[in-house]
């Protein structure tokens, strides 16, 4: 089982939709999780830390479930420049973090 | 500024010849990461630092050399590089788990 799963997408929504990511791990002991978006040839920028049961950002919402090692991200009303690359990225042991291949996001107008 | 640079930006090098990647943070954060980024990969962690003078290898250390002698500054070297070494490499830097990335190199070795 890979250590990180996410559907690749891309998910095309217009734009104002809801849309929601939903990501698998492997490691039961991860303790924090975030997710990171990742335009096209950029950086990875970090989006949202998950300590606890979810967190909210705005028109961000993540929620970790850790009884079926299962975390998600719903975005709302969503915008052309929410368009990237979502990574779901748990922690793997003290200090790393564990970067899957994430699931493409296009907004449509 | 703030914050995390790298460089070069870009750079094209021949097969055999060592190559240095710089990264400097001007956060004063403890951890800093080497992470390289290939075509239907997520990220994979090369080499980490948790303070100055202390490293250890990640997930794809052969061919990569590092040094940090200073907090802020953690070079990348490949002392002899590849074809197979050909990706954009990021630089990281963290504060509890946080990391935060630099704008990368893409690097082509011919």
């Known amino acids: 089982r890979k250590e990180v799963e996410q559907d690749p997408g891309p998910f095309n929504v217009p734009e104002g939709a809801t849309v929601a990511f939903n990501c698998t791990y492997s490691?039961?002991?991860?303790?924090?999780f975030f997710w990171y978006r990742q335009d096209c040839r950029k950086e990875p920028k970090l989006l949202m830390s998950?300590?606890?049961s979810g967190n909210e950002d705005g028109r961000f919402t993540a929620q970790l479930n850790r009884a079926s090692q299962y975390i998600s991200l719903l975005i709302r009303d969503s915008k052309l420049s929410d368009s990237a690359t979502y990574l779901c990225?748990?922690?793997?042991?003290?200090?790393?973090?564990?970067f899957g291949t994430g699931t493409r996001l296009q907004v449509f107008p | 500024d703030a914050g995390i640079t790298q460089s070069p930006r870009y750079k094209i090098t021949e097969t055999g010849r060592q190559v240095t990647l710089m990264c400097h943070q001007t956060?004063?954060?403890?951890?800093m990461f080497w992470y390289r980024q290939d075509l239907g990969h997520g990220l994979r962690l090369i080499y980490y630092?948790?303070?100055?003078?202390?490293?250890d290898k990640g997930e794809v250390p052969d061919g990569y050399v590092v040094s940090r002698s200073k907090t802020e500054n953690f070079p990348l070297t490949l002392e002899s590089a590849t074809r197979s070494q050909t990706s954009v490499y990021f630089c990281?830097?963290?504060?509890?788990?946080?990391?935060?990335f630099g704008p990368g190199t893409r690097l082509t070795v011919t």
């Open positions: 990281a830097s963290a504060v509890s788990y946080e990391q935060y």
């Open positions: 630092s948790a303070a100055a003078d202390i490293t």
């Open positions: 998950v300590y606890s």
């Open positions: 490691n039961s002991a991860s303790q924090s």
């Open positions: 956060w004063s954060h403890s951890y």
């Open positions: 990225v748990p922690e793997r042991d003290t200090d790393k973090l564990i």
